[in-house]
């Protein structure tokens, strides 16, 4: 089969590989019919995640027809059409049986195209297939779906459900890339006054605006804290959420925050940041962060499927798998590009 | 009458002031027969709070009888016996009426002995004071008593309930002073499974076994990370609360805390601390600051009264009034006279 | 002034009465400038509530401008122009300061039009008046802040909030009068799969409809378990809201609810129901109570403001105050009239 | 092998059956060296589950050591000192993924005993053994551990958390046989301000103080309702626990409550109860009902390992595993033997 290649940092080819097969006995493997890139590819590709191989098939988002199962699957028919999720589930652990797959410590949580390959491949192996997959629902496209095996769970867990946001809230979101829409449009199910969009491009804040967002801030030219001041009687926003990655964006989130506020971490980071706590220690504040445990994942499918969550209106750019060097490239020049997600399918 | 007067940075003296007198309506006056000084009394009097003015009473712990009350004052009389709340509370702004007094919009929160007189005097007026005091349980000595006035609240609060300290748990305590064993205590309400005291002093850590730790960490020679490790099979503490208010100790209890873990932070921060976000973004942590509320004192009054709680137990040195500056000497240089709280009360 | 005085079961009358004066200094007297009929008033005139004596004005719904105020009043100032609550809460005893002031022990409550005069009149007197009535958001019209006195945070509270209804979910509303309609309009707010409405009339179904129920069952042709287990893989409904109040609407909720669901009562209830235990021990499943307290008047209000609910759109009929028994025969006759809730306004 | 067989109401017998084994992948075979007798067993022994069928053998409680184990266990090895659950969890469906194994939808819940054959035998099957088997601390008795197999979770889980006990609580638990027993045990670990036990029997009442009550009601002659009111300024208890199953308990349990109270049920009902809603409608009032989850178990476990809960103290007798129809009757006779709990252990 053909699959997308890590060779170490600043490289990667589209190339002949071995089949993806069956190893143990709670395996399935999916044809993939349709995958995507996600931000995280991009660090990998620049070697700031040194875990990750030479030779590893890289990606972690994918939707399609199951091929092959292990003796011991029991949810999984070979012809399923599945969802497979970026978080996978050994289903024994502590954190698994808490609904924390994330964590998982039995060898499932985030695997795919990190510590096993992935799903930027014709097929991938995809291990306790009964708990890191999920039917499709009768109606949805695959597109739509495949913006559940990762971004919308990670912003609607992370961000939404971590920050607790409620009826009425005005909730800030800083990083209008895609994982701050899915955050926008996880947060908009709860019905809050405002959703206040925080970026430097312009571009980003125009996509928030059509995902929800009914308040946009460019920092690099206004004053995201007095305009979080002014819709809020001067006290700040009820959930601040996080969506970059590094450290002035989560301080900025920090500083919008009212007394008894919430502070969600989303972005993936590479540094430490500075936490004011002398500003801080006395203003009852909560600060989470998290990886997606994908325990919201059928809640978003049944969503999905209701017609409640337009999942597909991340997808930007259309390829198709063969195409996946051109993809990456349009994906990594989003500000020029204006890519969102970019989706990448099997030639019928 | 007689009051402890701040001078300005390194300066204070007990001398005669103006009587304490009602000002507003839901005001009264308590004659203070006990008091105690807080380790914030302390900063005050290095000019860490620039808020407090020259010529301010200080203190914001006291214990008993009513002398005076205003015309709007409903639930106290004349001759009550009550408890003087750090915590002052207006009781209709949106934080009061959330249970949040420690944030109050109206004019209350800590005021006592940072923007309006204390309770280191020999009476004190206390604002909104139907929902400021608490009526004592009879039988209850005035000197634990005074320990609800903020200390146990606050570790109680902050410490235990906004670090959800569970059945079961591996709680670290990171500083076992006053407040850090009023942690210990509150955490004991809970049955965790271990209790891990850290601190630099042994003679704190030896009050911390009394007062429920059952595992201490000198960290001056011992390593508490490999310590919580090794009695949480490698994963950290369920709870790491930071007692103490300096950057490396909360960088210790961040570092201490298991997947999913919380971090509550109790301590007066001066400065800002570093938050390792490149290790703590997935690891679904939490963490909490706050300052005390109070809405745990009625609780906490009836556990001191029924024999549950042994609040007394944290007074190590007993002054009289008159006697305030050698109190704030003896409490000043803890480490060599061991004290914890000292307690001032009126002569007979 | 004139109001409109209970004068014992079956009778009452729009009549001269003295007028609405300050009595404590915690009390604002406001002229009545809409004010509306609850089917509360109703159970009144049946001799329902014993604890209503003759001569008591009725009501405890009502908008408008504060005319005079007592000395202790802080937060509101005559010719301000205030939402009255339904319930009165004094700010002081354990249940107010927790949030609860449904179930207040000093002397609030649900006082208005019921153990003490109500708003059905010109002038109405409000006890704790800072913690009993709302500012009205500008540009808001008088009948949708009106909805905001009783039926809407009873509908949000008592229904959505203890019923907890989350994105995703399927709730079943028993009961489609005008507090079934509020739980709807609450439920909307968290985004729900489907919202079942279930009635015995067909104009109350399609009122429904508008209100954002997706689906309807008329329970006197079709099975409204069947349905619910037609739409949850024969589970049952995540939530069952009761919204009626006799012992049928009870039990039909109670059967309807999946494992681990939760059943939310709101109906005013005058004779015992059964449960079934003998079905429901083992099914993990949480049944509420409630009056409403009325803690989140403040974030409907601003749901209000912002657009976000339509709370006018209950309104069917409006009369002049001096039309009031004409208004009663309406609302009383609602099969028959399609009234949901009438508004009675002052003549300009 | 030798088991004991249910042959129908009334009837049983410790007999020869066919030995046994390994059936599905995911089943272990444990040798069953201590097991004991459950008041449910008396129900079924009654005739009160129809779908326990002749033939069955009883007992869904046991500790040991594990003699045979599936291709697809990973968890659990042969020699592995394991405590079995009375709660058998697939893993997979969406009740076992959100940690309520007890409303499993894969095969699991109560099974054991029940639906597959059970543990009062020398050998039994324990199917999805890697989340139905617990491994058993070092240093803990078979006996003390073996209350965790149901009756110590079932106490903790469906009375305490369910219930809230929260520090500083008054808790009224209504019935004082083993499952009452256990539910004090398990509040204890909260620190309520006082545990309040109820029961008919002296006996039962005088055990009642050794696990933790301080008040005790023998409701034949003393009225539960004055007492709880006396002990909470007439407002009744915090948190009320149905430990009997019948409609009078629970109905006084819900007589029992304070507004905004919880009254969580643990008693296995065969009869509706009349729930007065006439008078709690208004009162805020929580009402759970539960069977067992198991998610408590590794905590239980843990808090067993470190002493804090002296889980062996319910037993009351013991006997050898051929001695078991003699066993029955000391337990089925507890108002005259004194059985709490009773031990059938393998001969060495």
Redesign the interface.
């Known amino acids: 089969m053909k699959a997308l290649v890590y060779q170490g940092p600043g490289n990667k080819a589209w190339e002949e590989v071995p089949d993806a097969v069956i190893i143990d006995?709670?395996d399935v493997v999916v044809r993939v019919e349709a995958t995507t890139i996600c931000g995280t590819d991009l660090h990998i590709l620049k070697g700031d995640l040194p875990q990750v191989t030479d030779g590893r098939i890289l990606g972690h988002e994918a939707v399609r027809t199951v091929t092959a199962i292990g003796?011991?699957v029991?949810?999984v028919a070979v012809g399923d059409r599945v969802l497979v999720s970026c978080i996978t589930s050994c289903?024994?652990c502590?954190?698994c049986?808490?609904?924390?797959a994330?964590?998982c410590l039995?060898g499932g949580g985030w695997i795919l195209g990190h510590l096993i390959d992935g799903t930027q491949a014709e097929f991938v192996r995809v291990p306790f297939a009964?708990?890191s997959t999920y039917p499709v629902p009768a109606g949805v496209s695959d597109e739509a779906v495949l913006m559940l095996s990762d971004i919308l769970p990670t912003g609607y867990e992370v961000g939404v459900l971590n920050g607790t946001v409620?009826?009425?809230d005005v909730v800030a979101v800083v990083g209008a890339g895609p994982i701050g829409l899915a955050a926008i449009t996880g947060a908009?199910?709860?019905?809050p006054?405002?959703i206040i969009a925080i970026d430097l491009a312009d571009s980003r804040l125009t996509a928030a605006k059509t995902f929800g967002a009914d308040v946009t801030v460019n920092n690099s030219r206004e004053d995201a804290l007095e305009i979080v001041r002014s819709l809020t009687g001067g006290l700040g926003a009820d959930v601040a959420i996080e969506a970059v990655?590094v450290?002035p964006t989560?301080e900025l989130a920090a500083s919008l925050i009212r007394?008894?506020g919430h502070i969600a971490?989303i972005?993936?980071?590479?540094?430490?940041?500075?936490?004011?706590?002398?500003d801080?220690?006395?203003?009852?504040?909560?600060?989470?962060?998290?990886?997606v445990?994908a325990?919201s994942t059928?809640?978003?499918l049944?969503?999905v499927g209701?017609g409640?969550l337009d999942a597909a209106k991340m997808v930007t750019h259309h390829f198709d798998l063969s195409d996946f060097e051109r993809a990456y490239e349009v994906f990594a020049n989003a500000a020029d590009t204006g890519a969102l997600k970019v989706v990448l399918t099997a030639a019928g």
């Open positions: 006995d709670t003796q011991g029991r949810r289903g024994t502590r954190f049986r808490d609904g924390h994330g964590q039995g009964d708990l409620r009826p009425g908009k199910l709860f019905s006054a405002h990655g450290p989560f007394p008894g971490n972005g993936v980071h590479g540094a430490p940041a500075t936490l004011h706590l002398e801080l220690w006395n203003r009852n504040i909560t600060i989470t962060t998290g990886l445990d325990y059928p809640t978003l049944s969503l209701s409640q």
